[in-house]
């Protein structure tokens, strides 16, 4: 179980964090900081010395850029299409880029996660489903262990397909569930019944996934504390492993499809906040634990035994117990994280595929961590994992960040030891604001969490 009981959040703190900025807000792209047009011989040399290291680990990030229609709150890279030829020249070109970057590593590195994200991955049909993995499997050392998981749409999702994805090793799968109240799901452009969402989850029970897990969003249109306390109540008689609450926030820079929801009917702030106060003691309430900022986990679920022996991480798919050395995104717009270099590959789709197909590496951006980054990297990781800031991270590079962050002690979100700082519990339902007195390191960090919370 979690460490930390839900608490109330005093209108004095909610005061005090409004003059801080904005809550939730989130980016599509790479921070301005990473440089553009980066010389792709740069991340070449990063793979060639991975490969130096053939113990070292792998993730892969895959992303699938295509959906059958846009819902109106959508801010992911993806592209509305019902040509499946264009899907199928995706993946061939999926496999060349595979191959180049395979060719450097030279095929000695074990896999141990692998995700599937978009996006639609289960937009793909059985027969692409198939190839991608094949593919994969083709390039990469997918070991019997690797963590293989996907997210999925309940409405493009079938038994046939649910069985094909289990019978090509998938174990984890995500469905997109959002908000289950009509009213909600009409402002937001997209219809589906809890007797679907029953029905899809009764499938993936009986197809025998270890892990399944819903993603709800909080701060929709239309939304209220009533109605969202109903689509919580229906979550929880299903009983999924897992369930991640994420914040909705207007980005109309990442596509003009979001002026059609109505900014007058958004909740407001404090709206937001009694919100995702629900979600916390209903969620707590009925036997989940909390994970970090956002995520909620079965205490039989492997999140909550990684929280709760402190081995929990949080990479571009999420929260895991899985610790990698590498990870590596393949298709348009995919995040990587290879040998301390950060990058994204190209965001447009045609892009991509022109640069992959004249055999060269798709990368358009990218950031060399230096220390000081990989210190914020470490500040970040352990505030939304372990709940805490030791002191020895901060020493002698973060220490102004530090020493902001335990300024926060007056509002009672911190709490100053000799040693550390821990986050309160009113603190973690700020914990966002709190990450980002680390700066830069936070914008490219949540543009990574941006990728894995669409479907
Ligand atoms: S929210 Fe998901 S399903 Fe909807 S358009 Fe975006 S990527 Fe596609």
Do not use: K
Not at 50 to 61: K, M, V
Not at 159 to 178: C, E, F, K, N, S
Not at 185 to 206: K, T
Request: aromatic share 8%; proline share 4%.
């Amino acid at each position: 179980m979690s460490n930390f009981a839900p608490t109330e959040v005093s209108p004095q703190q909610l005061a005090r964090i409004a003059e801080l900025g904005p809550l939730y807000a989130q980016s599509s792209s790479a921070p301005a900081s990473w440089q553009e047009n980066l010389d792709s011989m740069e991340y070449e040399g990063a793979l060639r010395s991975i490969a130096q290291h053939p113990d070292e680990t792998l993730s892969l990030y895959i992303h699938i850029p295509f959906c059958p229609g846009r819902c109106l709150y959508c801010a992911c890279n993806t592209t509305v299409t019902h040509d499946t030829a264009w899907i199928d020249r995706y993946l061939e070109a999926m496999d060349q880029e595979m191959a180049l970057v395979a060719e450097h590593l030279q095929g000695q590195h074990d896999v141990l996660q692998l995700h599937l994200a978009g996006g639609t991955p289960n937009y793909l049909n059985d027969a692409q489903l198939t190839r991608l993995t094949e593919i994969i499997e083709r390039r990469f050392r997918v070991i019997p262990d690797t963590d293989l998981s996907i997210e999925c749409d309940p409405r493009r999702a079938s038994a046939g397909q649910l069985d094909l994805l289990h019978a090509l090793g998938y174990r984890r799968i995500t469905l997109g569930v959002q908000d289950l109240n009509p009213q909600v799901q009409r402002a937001i452009g997209r219809l589906q019944s809890i007797d679907l969402i029953r029905d899809v989850y009764a499938m993936a029970r009986e197809t025998g996934f270890d892990a399944i897990g819903f993603d709800l969003i909080y701060g929709l249109p239309e939304q209220t504390e009533a109605s969202f306390q109903d689509t919580l109540d229906a979550i929880v008689d299903l009983a999924p492993d897992r369930i991640s609450c994420f914040g909705y926030a207007r980005t109309t820079a990442s596509g003009t499809h979001q002026y059609a929801i109505d900014a007058h009917r958004l909740p407001s702030a404090s709206e937001r906040q009694g919100l995702f106060h629900r979600a916390v003691n209903t969620l707590t309430g009925a036997g989940y634990a909390w994970i970090g900022l956002d995520a909620f986990a079965l205490d039989t679920d492997e999140l909550a035994i990684a929280q709760e022996e402190g081995r929990l991480r949080r990479n571009c798919i999420g929260y895991t117990g899985i610790e990698t050395d590498h990870m590596l995104g393949f298709g348009s717009a995919a995040i990587g994280d290879v040998g301390g270099f950060c990058v994204q590959n190209e965001v447009d789709i045609n892009t991509w595929e022109a640069r992959v197909r004249g055999g060269e590496l798709p990368v358009a951006r990218g950031h060399r961590v230096g220390d000081r980054d990989r210190r914020r990297r470490d500040a970040i990781e352990h505030m939304i994992c372990n709940l805490e800031l030791p002191a020895e991270i901060a020493a002698g590079c973060l220490d102004d960040e530090y020493a902001r962050l335990a300024s926060y002690a007056s509002d009672g979100l911190v709490q100053v030891e000799p040693d550390r700082l821990r986050i309160t519990s009113s603190g973690r339902y700020f914990l966002r604001t709190l990450c980002s007195e680390h700066g830069a390191y936070f914008e490219w960090d949540r543009s990574r969490w941006h990728f894995s919370r669409s479907l």
